[in-house]
């Protein structure tokens, strides 16, 4: 138990249907993320939030949209999807900026595994 | 300049040797460096990390070496065991984790 919670662990969707990941976190962090892990690329940061506010988006395409709607969960809605996006999906919190020396660990889920079809 | 070079790619160690995983980064604005550690199925958990300030952190069997004025550290894990099998990210990280850049892995196998 890492205190990132990810669901589903497992999704499989067509490339037209919508569907969305769910993370929440149980460590009274201020900052959440989604990454993305594949073959071609271990640890692609996607998003960034600090205190339910977007600070980084890194160039992911609008099919990816995310939402924070408090500090403790954090969503990844999916839309039209291409094959190439199967990967792993990891949700991951730290304590950010306000967290002082101990503010830069990052703490993972287990990820959702999505297999695009 | 955001870059982190992880070296090797992959690693086959013999049980009770001595596993060696090296980083170099280019930024000298990160201020915390820590390594992950990821077995299959699971999400990557810190494993140790380390601040410049020092040149050299133990914990266990796993002991950050850290050069500043070279820009690089090194993961060594003693007595190698099967169960150390697993990926390891290192990273660099600054700004309470926001600007975190990882390597790109090494996969250790520890033969029995």
């Known amino acids: 138990e890492t205190g990132v919670t990810q669901t589903p662990r497992h999704l499989v969707m067509g490339m037209t249907n919508k569907k969305s990941l769910k993370c929440e976190q149980h460590?009274?962090?201020?900052?959440m993320y989604w990454y993305k892990q594949s073959a071609k690329k271990p640890l692609e940061l996607m998003f960034v939030y600090n205190f339910k506010e977007q600070t980084e988006n890194n160039s992911v395409p609008s099919r990816f949209s995310p939402e924070c709607p408090n500090s403790s969960h954090l969503f990844l809605h999916l839309h039209t999807l291409q094959p190439e996006d199967s990967a792993l999906y990891l949700c991951a919190s730290s304590q950010g900026r306000e967290g002082g020396r101990d503010g830069n660990t990052i703490y993972f889920g287990e990820g959702s595994w999505l297999t695009v079809v | 300049q955001q870059q982190v070079k992880q070296s090797p790619q992959s690693l086959i160690v013999q049980k009770g040797g001595i596993s060696i995983i090296n980083c170099a980064y280019e930024n000298t604005a990160f201020d915390y460096f820590p390594w992950y550690q990821q077995f299959p199925g699971k999400g990557p958990a810190l494993l140790i990390a380390?601040?410049?300030?020092?040149s050299e952190k133990k914990e266990g069997r796993f002991t950050i070496s850290f050069n500043k004025s070279a820009k690089q550290f090194s993961l060594h894990i003693m007595d190698s065991q099967p169960g150390d099998s697993a990926t390891y990210f290192c990273a660099a990280s600054r700004d309470g984790g926001f600007k975190t850049i990882f390597g790109a892995g090494t996969r250790l196998f520890v033969k029995a």
């Open positions: 380390i601040r410049p300030d020092v």
């Open positions: 460590l009274g962090h201020n900052a």
